[in-house]
């Protein structure tokens, strides 16, 4: 009888040698691949999770880990970290307290983790993007966040010994080198209108090198899916001190004068434009500090503008 078993035990010890050396030889093949590096200029990596189900199935129950969601994340994330040439433990690591993050203080049923290679821009880059919903009001800045994560830097003076809270915000902070916040308002898979968080983490070739730019894509998207006659009013806040460091507004071409004009009432200056078909994309840099409610009103005041015009025309 122990004779099987051993006989079981050396055949099972046999076969997992055998898929660490496969596993050990495909990633070698893409770290070593004179080509892929050079050749693969974008590839994206899209993955919907159903939250209600990863929870009820995974989180806290003896699986293993190869049939779990999270080892199919991080399997992808080292295999793009690797297209690249980037840390890939590193990589890994960041990006499963990313998701992590999400499932335990995410809300809503559905979260999307993309994953782009962006090999073709001035320095090259791996794109993590990790979107959730959030309770309507709700919002979440980069400037909360970096005080999260003191509570989990061991250097910090608020360092919190007895939680793990801000733990995994100090290894996302430490371990890229350059994260974005996103908060929106979208309608979600199952045809409802919800307020989403989205964390981007950016890891460069040249980490010293030049950063990727804001391309409102996502505010584009949803300009070309409005009929001509449809208002356009959207912000893009970059705010990571006591400050925004920048202010974005899209709105349509024969608003944006004025929108200019109130926003240099509060000590903004007009620093670029883009043109997008009927609409244009004016970046504001402020001159002093605001603290939060003075920026909503502002907001309240270019929408104001917006609006009544609209109105106008209605009457």
């Known amino acids: 009888?122990?004779?099987i078993l051993s006989s079981d035990l050396e055949g099972e010890l046999d076969r997992l040698k055998h898929d660490f050396k496969e596993l050990k030889d495909e990633v070698?093949?893409?770290r070593e691949s004179p080509y892929l590096q050079s050749s693969i200029k974008h590839l994206k990596y899209e993955l919907v999770i159903?939250?209600?189900?990863v929870i009820r199935h995974e989180l806290g129950h003896k699986i293993n880990e190869k049939h779990g969601t999270m080892y199919e994340i991080k399997t992808q994330a080292k295999r793009f970290a690797h297209l690249l040439g980037l840390d890939a433990d590193m990589v890994r690591v960041s990006v499963t307290e990313a998701v992590q993050n999400i499932l335990e203080h995410g809300t809503g049923?559905?979260?999307t983790i993309t994953l782009e290679i962006r090999n073709d821009s001035v320095n090259p880059c791996m794109v993590s993007i990790f979107k959730h919903e959030m309770e309507p009001g709700h919002k979440y800045t980069l400037s909360e966040i970096n005080q999260n994560a003191m509570k989990g830097d061991i250097t910090s003076p608020q360092f919190d010994f007895e939680s793990n809270r801000g733990r995994g915000e100090f290894i996302m902070k430490q371990l890229t080198d350059e994260?974005?916040?996103l908060n929106g308002i979208e309608i979600n898979r199952d045809g409802k209108k919800v307020h989403y968080f989205k964390r981007i983490l950016i890891n460069y070739k040249n980490p010293g090198g030049p950063r990727e730019r804001v391309s409102f894509?996502?505010?584009k998207d949803e300009i070309d899916r409005l009929d001509y006659e449809d208002v356009v009013c959207c912000f893009h806040v970059d705010h990571t001190a006591d400050r925004p460091d920048s202010v974005?507004?899209?709105t349509t071409k024969a608003h944006m004068e004025k929108v200019a004009a109130a926003m240099m009432q509060y000590e903004f200056r007009l620093v670029e434009q883009e043109p997008y078909y009927r609409t244009v994309f004016a970046t504001f840099q402020?001159?002093?500090s605001m603290d939060k409610e003075e920026l909503l009103r502002l907001f309240s005041q270019v929408k104001q503008i917006v609006y009544q015009e609209v109105e106008a025309k209605g009457n």
């Open 28 to 30: 070698e093949s893409i």
């Open 50 to 53: 159903d939250r209600e189900e």
């Open 109 to 111: 049923r559905y979260a």
């Open 248 to 250: 974005t507004i899209a």
């Open 286 to 288: 402020p001159n002093r």
């Open 179 to 181: 994260r974005r916040i």
């Open 217 to 219: 894509q996502e505010i």
């Open 1 to 3: 009888m122990s004779g």
